[in-house]
């Protein structure tokens, strides 16, 4: 992981500052799927405050206290010289100090520059947006050249998830971006489709991921543009598990972005962060079960369209209490209740 940066690459796009922050991304995530506190404390965090640690040195401090980034890059994008407070540093480095609060806090390590990184995330910019175009690939540089590659300046929105999809004027915002976005590649396919998935929008997810699979994906499962590689073929695989399982933000969602015409669909443990393995039936376009294997006995928080007031959730053939909790998402149903290592608690339809 040793790669020296020099300031000077920002004048040909190259000063690549957060692509650790966003590496250790699925590192924090693996380790939120297996409930593994241990490497989350005693690997993934020093790495992670090292990595946040660079934005310290290279940040710009203002006279009221507010913090902004310097030119940096924003990955692929045909212009030299993106600017400063490009939309893909300012979403790693968001995402990066909210891990750490959230690790510090979880773990109670209490590590001295909590404080810090509170005060940094608190003081950083907004992500740069334009009423016109969406959001910007930095402050000074517009999104204009909409067959981009990358989708390195809509993170905010995928992987990140860090937009609301509830609240108006956020949803306006990304859906135009998404929309001005015109990726050609199949990599940006494979992100377009999990943004359109995030949304809820199965059908034009699929539609994106239906044009990956005829157009780039090669019969021996890899992938070519300058040359073959493994890299889009992961990512599509990861798109492909967001239309049968979402588990971002503070809940799971259970066919969330799962296209109308797959009617009768099935999935067997698939993980999910809290360390569960989680299962689901879907029938005639309505999913018909859940089941959920908690290997930690965390607290377990379902999103489904099965409606709260007309399901039983069981466990060893005996009802476990539930919370039903507001869910602004359409008519989807929002239930939470506590788990038990090593046992299986089934969601369904009441008899």
Request: with cysteine; glycine share 6%; proline share 6%.
């Amino acid at each position: 992981l040793y790669n020296p940066l020099h300031p000077a690459l920002a004048a040909s796009n190259q000063y690549e500052v957060g692509d650790l922050c966003w590496t250790l991304f699925y590192w924090y995530r693996q380790c939120l799927a297996y409930g593994d506190d241990e490497a989350m404390r005693e690997r993934l965090f020093p790495l992670l405050k090292s990595a946040v640690n660079l934005f310290f040195h290279i940040r710009i401090t203002h006279p009221d206290g507010t913090y902004s980034l310097p030119a940096t890059a924003s990955p692929e994008y045909p212009v030299s010289a993106v600017g400063p407070d490009t939309n893909y540093d300012l979403a790693n480095l968001r995402q990066a100090l909210a891990e750490l609060i959230e690790i510090d806090t979880k773990l109670g390590i209490n590590d001295p520059m909590l404080p810090q990184w509170k005060d940094f995330l608190a003081n950083m910019p907004d992500f740069q947006y334009d009423e016109s175009t969406g959001f910007k690939v930095s402050r000074t540089v517009e999104f204009l050249e909409t067959n981009h590659r990358h989708y390195s300046h809509l993170f905010m929105i995928y992987p990140y998830h860090m937009l609301n999809w509830n609240d108006a004027s956020e949803r306006a915002k990304a859906e135009l971006s998404i929309a001005r976005w015109q990726g050609d590649q199949g990599y940006s396919r494979t992100g377009k489709a999990a943004m359109l998935a995030s949304e809820g929008l199965g059908d034009s997810a699929l539609e994106q991921f239906e044009v990956l699979m005829n157009d780039f994906l090669k019969p021996n499962t890899l992938y070519a543009e300058s040359g073959p590689v493994i890299e889009t073929p992961l990512a599509g695989i990861s798109t492909l598990h967001e239309f049968y399982l979402q588990d971002w933000g503070d809940r799971i969602r259970v066919f969330h972005g799962c296209p109308s015409k797959w009617q009768d669909v099935s999935f067997r443990n698939m993980r999910a962060a809290g360390a569960f393995l989680v299962a689901a039936d879907r029938r005639n376009g309505r999913t018909t079960r859940i089941e959920i294997f908690s290997e930690k006995g965390n607290t377990c928080r379902i999103q489904t369209d099965l409606p709260s007031d007309g399901i039983a959730v069981l466990r060893n053939g005996r009802k476990v209490d539930f919370k039903v909790l507001p869910c602004p998402e359409g008519a989807a149903s929002l239930i939470e209740f506590e788990t038990e290592a090593g046992t299986t608690t089934s969601i369904a339809p009441a008899e």
